[in-house]
């Protein structure tokens, strides 16, 4: 049996009554208000090192108070403790001293645990008041010795007026109402005081005049430059396909597809690199934004992948991704909301504030999605950087529907333009909006071993539809059309389908579902005709199969797909009429390999049928959808595109310049003056300019295919003077300068001449019986509409 001693049982005890939880949570209190103390008189005293806090006058008023105060409730909390812990310590004694019974000799050094407790909280109760008092007495010197250079200083905190800050005072007034409504202020150090509003509204945005009395240097201090770096052909796209992450369909396919071309991508920088010979290229730092792949958006796309959605996008992203690597530039790929604010330096709130930092990139490739979600969360640094953003656009933007004022008061405002971008920086899936950029994708190319392998290897009766998803043969009418094919080939399909065979597929229709991209390649392979039901629009697919050696047979639109009679393209922003499935395959490359017929018109089609089935067509790809094509093309925009520099405006013809054109010697249009010098810095090369005067009715982007050529936006402002209307022999009665997108344009009847008010306004596309738009055309290279001949 264990024996206790006793006074090791009293001993416990005691150490039970003096930790009891109460107890340890009012010595936890008071340690922590200590603590606190500290920590808050550390803070104001380190606050009021000038220079520490961008806001240094309301540290210095509000500090004294604010320090006083807080000391003050301080010492009467732990007063009123104090006066609490006496009388329940006086209870806790009595009742230990009952408990006890007759045990009352303590020794000297053994005292009541409560009545130490007491002390030690008075001690540190006394030791509070004293600093208290202390600091109250320092803070009132403090102040008085500032007070002077406070009330200097708040007497420049007032909105200037100077005119070269026309704003300034409204924006202060906004900020005074507004200041709480977007964290980021408060991120940025306004606090609602007069000089947090000046300091922010000339250091942070730029709509007020530095302030005199503020550090200059440390506010004006930009970042040194990088040192420039020569871009460097790459050949091992391995750490590209790191860069472009996981977890989405989109991106797997996006990978898979890379990888794929990896070995016709190096192919194609080797042949750039020595056409481009010892041309000195930068090394742009490029942000590649992929805004529809993030959930914000919705990411409609990625569950598709694998049920033959639209894969359009992918392929293009995935060849721009390939190609701005190849050429040797720094990338960042995000595709989520969160990548993307911490790669710009958002701050911390709604949006409203500027970048915490200068961009740190040259260039940002997205889409509408990606430009939406950087305008809401960029603040003014959107428009101080929108000139380095280039937007991916399958269908183009116009520039009637990207002027925003325009756009609104001529009924041309959608939900996808009024962005008062450079229309040059809208870029295209294929070349059929002149007044943006053509940016494409690539088709894989053959080698001629594998072209004489697909000629012999063809089989001379069959098809396959153009259409993976089920949706899309629900057309009405394609019995009788596919009726009529079937008599003479075997058609086949690749439509997904996940128990049982789809049933808007003909029984006679042979349905792989849906293939990977090597099994797809195979397949048309063997082909000898691909056919579209009319929708897509404007795919990869057409082209891959014409690569591959097929027919492309597609259907004729009349009247001609637009925004005013198909769903489909209302709301996009752009008026262009579609008279086929696919007018680039129609127009640039047209038959033998594309054939566009009616197929309402049963004879027109099977006589279609039957002359395809005698014609003998080789493999083709057109040069500018081939890896070195986008290489080539991508390389030109990025060494001499720069949409950073303003634009000269469009000045009436009283401001400007005699314009250096002649007219050529069969006195049909206007040509660039040899003895003139060429415009500087002007790109396309201003030599290869030509300028027609367009029948009433017809745009300029179709009176310069008329006559070979490609019209060019960016030559628009050499022609807006009436010089070039009086050296075509046209008589201007009157000259006005509007804004209207038609414009530089003769009216007739009256003789009057209209010159563009508005850069932003000139445009290939548009036309109007009235009017005889003034049209700049270019010549280009072989297989390459996007340059002219002396664009590289």
């Known amino acids: 049996m264990i024996t206790v001693n006793p006074d090791g049982k009293i001993m416990v005890r005691r150490c039970l009554v003096t930790l009891r939880p109460f107890r340890l949570f009012v010595l936890g209190i008071g340690f922590f208000t200590l603590c606190f103390l500290m920590t808050s008189l550390g803070g104001q005293f380190s606050a009021r090192r000038l220079g520490d806090s961008p806001f240094t006058i309301r540290t210095e008023v509000m500090g004294g108070p604010e320090s006083r105060g807080v000391l003050r409730k301080m010492s009467d909390l732990l007063e009123l403790m104090v006066k609490r812990m006496d009388a329940l310590a006086r209870l806790e004694n009595g009742s230990e001293l009952h408990r006890a019974g007759g045990d009352l000799h303590f020794p000297a050094d053994r005292m009541p645990p409560g009545a130490g407790l007491m002390e030690r909280i008075q001690a540190i109760a006394q030791n509070v008041s004293d600093i208290a008092v202390k600091v109250d007495q320092i803070l009132r010197h403090s102040l008085l010795l500032h007070s002077k250079v406070s009330e200097g200083r708040r007497d420049q905190c007032e909105a200037p007026s100077d005119p070269k800050f026309p704003d300034c005072s409204g924006k202060v007034e906004w900020m005074r109402a507004r200041w709480t409504s977007d964290p980021c202020y408060a991120f940025f150090g306004v606090d609602g005081t007069e000089c947090s509003f000046l300091i922010y509204l000339s250091e942070v945005e730029w709509f007020c005049p530095p302030l005199p009395w503020r550090n200059q240097t440390a506010a004006q201090r930009a970042p040194k430059p990088l040192p420039k770096v020569q871009a460097v052909f790459r ?139 950087m305008k809401q969360h960029m603040g003014l640094s959107f428009k101080k950087y929108r000139c380095r953003i280039r937007v991916i656009d399958t269908f183009g933007t116009e520039p009637a529907y990207n002027h925003e004022e325009y756009a609104t008061l001529h009924g041309y405002r959608t939900n996808w333009g009024y962005w008062n971008l450079n229309p040059k920086q809208f870029m295209t899936m294929f070349p059929h909006t002149p007044d943006n950029s053509f940016m494409g994708f690539v088709s894989e190319e053959l080698n001629e071993t594998e072209k004489r392998l697909i000629k012999g290897g063809k089989a001379s009766n069959m098809a396959v539809v153009y259409g993976k998803e089920a949706s899309i043969w629900k057309l009405q009418g394609k019995e009788k059309f596919l009726g009529i094919l079937n008599k003479y080939m075997e058609i086949h399909g690749t439509v997904y389908y996940e128990s049982q065979r789809p049933p808007e597929v003909p029984a006679f229709v042979k349905n792989h579902g849906l293939l990977p991209q090597p099994e797809f390649q195979q397949l ?268 590289l």
Not at 272 to 288: H, M, P, S
Not at 321 to 337: E, P, W
Request: with cysteine; hydrophobic share 35%.
């Open 524 to 791: 048309l392979r063997k082909a000898k005709l691909f056919i579209g039901f009319g929708f897509p629009y404007e795919g990869p697919a057409p082209l891959e199969a014409i690569a591959n050696g097929c027919i492309f047979l597609q259907s004729r639109f009349s009247p001609p797909h637009s925004s005013l009679n198909h769903e489909f393209f209302r709301g996009k922003p752009t008026s262009r009429e579609v008279f086929s499935q696919h007018p680039y395959a129609e127009n640039f490359i047209g038959k033998p390999h594309v054939w566009t017929v009616d197929y309402n018109n049963s004879e027109e089609f099977e006589a279609a049928i039957k002359a395809i089935m005698r014609t003998q067509v080789d493999p083709y790809l057109p040069y500018e959808y081939t890896c070195e094509g986008m290489l080539e093309r991508i390389h030109a925009y990025i060494q001499h595109q720069d949409f950073c520099i303003a634009p000269g405006p469009a000045l009436p013809e009283a401001h400007a310049p005699q314009s250096p054109f002649v007219l050529a010697p069969n006195a049909t249009h206007l040509e660039w003056a040899r003895n003139t010098s060429l415009a500087p810095g002007a790109w396309p090369p201003a030599h290869s300019l030509r300028a027609w005067l367009a029948v009433p009715g017809r745009a300029c982007t179709d009176t310069c295919l008329d006559h070979g050529l490609i019209c060019e936006p960016s030559f628009f402002p050499f022609l807006n003077s009436q010089d070039a209307f009086l050296k075509l022999q046209v008589p201007c009665d009157s000259t006005e300068s509007e804004m209207n997108h038609l414009y530089p344009a003769f009216a007739q009847p009256g003789q009057e001449c209209y010159l563009q008010k508005e850069p932003l306004l000139f445009s290939c596309a548009g036309s109007n019986t009235k009017y005889r738009r003034l049209c700049p055309c270019r010549d280009f290279r072989k297989g390459q509409v996007a340059l002219c001949q002396g664009c």
């Open 235 to 373: 050949s091992n796209l391995s750490h590209l396909l790191d860069l472009m992450g996981s977890g989405k369909e989109s991106l797997i396919f996006m990978k898979k597809r890379t990888k794929r071309l990896t070995a016709q991508w190096a192919l194609a920088a080797q042949r750039l690199a020595q056409k481009l010979g010892a041309t000195q290229r930068d090394q742009k730092q490029i942000l590649v934004h992929i805004g529809f792949l993030t959930e914000e958006s919705g990411d409609v796309f990625s569950p598709r992948v694998l049920k033959g959605g639209p894969l359009g996008e992918m392929v293009q992203w995935a060849d721009i991704l390939a190609a701005l690597y190849v050429l040797g530039h720094g990338l960042r790929v995000t595709v989520s909301l969160k990548e993307l604010q911490s790669n710009l330096g958002v701050p911390p709130g709604r949006g409203s504030c500027p970048l915490t930092v200068p961009l740190p990139f040259d260039l940002i490739y997205t889409d509408y999605h990606g430009l939406q979600q």
